[in-house]
């Protein structure tokens, strides 16, 4: 989802750019990894694998920290051979998400589940390997026409449903991947002119909202009643991995890089919608 939007934008800007799939590339094969870089001699990385299933990996954290952990070693190791920069795609879940204000790029991790703990060791593994090359950029809530995601998934259940309850007691930054897509590609320029220190950038929508908000307004948007939607809470939907309450992160950090942050939530789903709509109901 997130890297068919970042190649798009790239084509758009005439940047010249590879995009390796899972079957090009596997991230967890150290000597695999530094050969592609070495091959391509790229001036950027651009990270965009993750196993991003949050339940399984509680059952099968030593997968997922092969895909989240050990693969980001791998990439920030062939890009300190080669002097590339690498931007890694992470996530709010190194949080524990039970702060009441949005979390500054600088604060205390501390992950409640086992893709948090693995994403956190994929971050701590590229800050070491490249500190001075090295950009991690957590985001959260994304979603996009190029793949399966919550919009799209209400967007299919308000044809199919009567009323639904969504729950009203974790609040995020719902954010459109063209959006990420679009800071990635600046962030990476940014470095390439020494315009952008290395570290960590949140990269989230403004502002905020609950599940339950962002599917009243998904429902305003396709012109159907939002008072179908109805709220309830996390008790209602339990998962073998706890979800953050509280996913709010601040985005003070792009100042440095004279880079404005994502902008409200609100805007841009309306902006995507057109897309999302056509993907979900062609």
């Given at each position: 989802m997130l890297g068919?939007?970042?190649?798009?934008?790239?084509?758009?800007?005439g940047v010249r750019s590879v995009g390796l799939t899972r079957g090009d590339l596997d991230v967890t094969d150290e000597e695999a990894v530094r050969r592609a870089v070495a091959a391509h001699r790229p001036d950027v990385v651009v990270n965009c694998a993750a196993w991003t299933a949050v339940d399984d990996a509680e059952t099968r954290e030593a997968d997922a920290l092969r895909i989240n952990g050990d693969g980001p070693?791998?990439?920030?190791?062939?890009?300190?051979?080669?002097?590339?920069?690498?931007?890694?795609?992470?996530t709010d879940y190194v949080f524990a998400g039970d702060s009441g204000s949005?979390?500054?790029e600088q604060a205390p991790t501390g992950p409640r589940s086992a893709y948090g703990r693995t994403k956190l060791a994929g971050e701590q593994a590229v800050l070491a390997a490249l500190p001075d090359a090295g950009?991690?950029?957590?985001?959260?809530?994304?979603y996009g026409a190029?793949?399966?995601n919550f919009v799209r998934t209400?967007?299919?259940?308000?044809?199919?449903?009567?009323?639904?309850d969504v729950v009203d007691d974790q609040r995020g930054q719902p954010t459109w991947t063209v959006d990420l897509a679009d800071r990635l590609v600046r962030l990476g320029l940014g470095a390439l002119a020494g315009a952008a220190p290395?570290?960590?950038y949140h990269g989230t929508s403004g502002g905020e909202t609950t599940w339950f908000g962002l599917t009243r307004e998904i429902f305003r948007l396709l012109g159907a009643d939002p008072d179908r939607v109805r709220p309830t809470t996390s008790a209602a939907y339990v998962r073998p991995a706890p979800r953050p309450a509280y996913s709010v992160l601040g985005h003070d950090r792009w100042s440095a890089a004279g880079i404005e942050p994502i902008r409200h939530w609100r805007g841009a789903l309306h902006e995507a919608?057109?897309?999302?709509?056509?993907a979900e109901r062609p």
């Amino acid at each position: 989802m997130l890297g068919r939007d970042l190649l798009a934008r790239l084509a758009a800007d005439g940047v010249r750019s590879v995009g390796l799939t899972r079957g090009d590339l596997d991230v967890t094969d150290e000597e695999a990894v530094r050969r592609a870089v070495a091959a391509h001699r790229p001036d950027v990385v651009v990270n965009c694998a993750a196993w991003t299933a949050v339940d399984d990996a509680e059952t099968r954290e030593a997968d997922a920290l092969r895909i989240n952990g050990d693969g980001p070693r791998n990439l920030a190791a062939a890009c300190a051979g080669t002097g590339a920069r690498l931007l890694q795609v992470s996530t709010d879940y190194v949080f524990a998400g039970d702060s009441g204000s949005p979390y500054p790029e600088q604060a205390p991790t501390g992950p409640r589940s086992a893709y948090g703990r693995t994403k956190l060791a994929g971050e701590q593994a590229v800050l070491a390997a490249l500190p001075d090359a090295g950009y991690v950029v957590r985001t959260a809530w994304l979603y996009g026409a190029g793949g399966g995601n919550f919009v799209r998934t209400m967007i299919r259940l308000e044809g199919v449903k009567d009323t639904l309850d969504v729950v009203d007691d974790q609040r995020g930054q719902p954010t459109w991947t063209v959006d990420l897509a679009d800071r990635l590609v600046r962030l990476g320029l940014g470095a390439l002119a020494g315009a952008a220190p290395a570290g960590i950038y949140h990269g989230t929508s403004g502002g905020e909202t609950t599940w339950f908000g962002l599917t009243r307004e998904i429902f305003r948007l396709l012109g159907a009643d939002p008072d179908r939607v109805r709220p309830t809470t996390s008790a209602a939907y339990v998962r073998p991995a706890p979800r953050p309450a509280y996913s709010v992160l601040g985005h003070d950090r792009w100042s440095a890089a004279g880079i404005e942050p994502i902008r409200h939530w609100r805007g841009a789903l309306h902006e995507a919608f057109p897309a999302l709509l056509a993907a979900e109901r062609p």
